[in-house]
């Protein structure tokens, strides 16, 4: 099946290749852009190079690839994903990975050692209170940077040549400019998006555990369901 991707315009990556795997193939539609604050990137690059921070949580990809290059004394430091993770690599010796794809799951993977602990989170300008009021809660200091603005293309994205459309984020989401025709399967990459497309009236048919790979496995999954009950209806009315 041919499935448009919600990304940023850069941040596609291997899409390509990891959709290939589960049998499918895919193209990328962009209903945001990011606009980079470099002074904003330069500064935190400064801040972590001076022992401002205890631990560094990159919640996205494109903040670590922003800041990998510019940092060279690394605290702690925790990826949402292994593909936030693969980012940091070629600069970061040691990056730790959540159990899940949730930015809430973050202050639990750390527990007690957040105590008194400064956590410098580079991200977008869309407003996290649930980790932040986490993190305090904990006894940490969340110091949050929105390194890069999320802006809408305003564009109608081509899904013309789509079995399914992939929403990537809640922003994704919201932002996107999109004709929900008859046959396009409508999918969300979590349970987070997939609340925001259910309280948008267009629930997911497919919803992943948050990341790329386990989304195409859902797919599969509903798309093998939506084959063997389409094979007992053939064979009731044949």
Known sequence: MMIAITRVAGKDADDAVRCQRHGHSCYTVSPLTADVQ????????????R???DCLFFSSALPARLLGPLITTWPRVVAIGPQTAAMLAPWCEKVEVLPSF???????????????KRVGIPRADVPNPGLMDAILRAGGVPIEVHCYRLKSTGTLLDTARAGAILFTSVGSYRAALWEHRPGLIPMAIGTVTAAAMEEGGIPAVVTGDGSLEGTLD???????TRLAQEGNTHDRTS
């Open 51 to 53: 022992g401002a921070f």
């Open 218 to 224: 859902a797919l599969n999954r509903y798309l093998g």
């Open 102 to 116: 949730y930015s809430k799951d973050f202050v639990p993977f750390l527990g007690a050692w957040l105590r008194g």
């Open 38 to 49: 470099w002074n904003r990137v330069r500064d935190f690059a400064t801040a972590a190079n």
